[in-house]
């Protein structure tokens, strides 16, 4: 770009007519060239005062009685930097009066007005410079401004994901916990009286650790390359995994209604609200019967689990958080509290 200023500025300047009042060229118009070609190597680190600088080499031009405008060029250059700059304010400031003075001089020189015909065009010409560098900036800043919103769109997403993984790991090991806390429970009274049942409530405490690992490994798999894992996901838990929490817990199962398909994402919230919640009835409500109801109503799905446990007011933690963050986001509602008769439910609706 210096390069090709500085030649095209010679070449006009060299191709310029001289007037009888003007001063034919010599080394000292073009050394002024040279200067303001020069001036536009440090554009993009100073630009108001390249800006300067080249105003004040082409006022000298003129000033000097040398042949019209023809190191515009390079002012050309410097009036386009400045406007682009990301900071211009001075640069601005500085080619305003560059305009005003080039403007007022050959007003001057001419004896006429701002608008009269016999002007030429260098002040079209400066602000018209000016104008292609707001366009360039505005074009500069609308991609900025999307790149920023696309990377807060992708970091708003891995939030959304860890958060979600977040809830998995949660509802993981907590139903595991109960499971292995159940069974192994049952295996230790039975081990003596019935082998062949203890060995049964081991199997489960097995299958339990096994199905927990494989969610695991695929969650961390998440965490480790910030990504979905390269081997397939686990499928989303559907309603009809139930009877294992059931079996695993000890927990009964009723269901209400005729059951139907829903979406997959309704039958994985169903899922996992159901497990957390009778997961916190084995740790927490010290409970002999706990009782898992889902009622397939026109509108959704509702959803119940009730103990004979402590009961009490509800305390606030990620297991219930949890599960009414997963019932709010599909337009649904969750509650709980102490139950009529005693103990602790969780009632909970899904549209569907």
Do not use: K
Request: aromatic share 4%.
């Amino acid at each position: 770009m210096v390069v090709v200023a500085g030649a095209a500025a010679a070449a006009r300047v060299a191709a310029a007519p001289v007037l009888p009042r003007d001063r034919a060229p010599d080394g000292v118009a073009y050394a002024m060239v040279a200067g303001m070609a020069l001036a536009l190597l440090l554009r993009r680190y100073y630009p108001a005062a390249v800006m300067a600088a080249v105003g004040v080499l082409y006022l000298a031009y003129h000033v000097s009685r040398y042949p019209g405008g023809a190191p515009a060029v390079a002012v050309w250059v410097a009036l386009y930097s400045v406007a682009v700059a990301p900071r211009r304010r001075l640069g601005l400031a500085v080619a305003a009066v560059l305009i005003v003075l080039d403007a007022q001089g050959r007003m001057a020189v001419a004896g006429v007005g701002p608008l009269d015909s016999t002007l030429d065009g260098s002040t079209g010409l400066f602000i018209a410079a000016l104008l292609l560098g707001e366009v360039v900036r505005g074009r500069q800043v609308r991609l900025a401004l999307l790149a920023a919103e696309r990377d807060r769109a992708e970091e708003q997403g891995l939030t959304q994901e860890r958060i979600r993984i977040a809830r998995e790991l949660h509802d993981l090991s907590a139903h595991t916990l109960a499971v292995v806390s159940v069974q192994s429970g049952v295996a230790a009274e039975l081990i003596d009286e019935d082998p062949v049942q203890a060995r049964t409530a081991l199997e489960a405490v097995s299958r339990a650790a096994r199905e927990a690992m494989v969610e695991l490994r695929a969650a961390v798999g998440v965490l480790r390359d910030g990504n979905r894992p390269r081997t397939a996901e686990p499928p989303a838990p559907t309603l009809d995994r139930l009877p294992d929490i059931a079996a695993g817990t000890g927990a009964t199962l009723v269901c209400e209604g005729m059951p139907r398909q829903l979406p997959r994402a309704i039958e994985a919230t169903a899922y996992r609200i159901l497990q957390e919640a009778v997961a916190n009835a084995v740790r927490h409500s010290g409970a002999r019967h706990i009782e898992m109801r889902v009622g397939y109503l026109p509108d959704g799905l509702s959803l119940t689990v009730l103990d004979d446990g402590r009961g009490g007011e509800a305390v606030p933690g990620n297991g219930l958080r949890g599960m009414a963050e997963r019932a709010r986001g599909l337009g649904g509602w969750l509650r709980a509290g102490p139950a009529e008769r005693g103990g602790f439910q969780v009632r909970a609706w899904l549209p569907g």
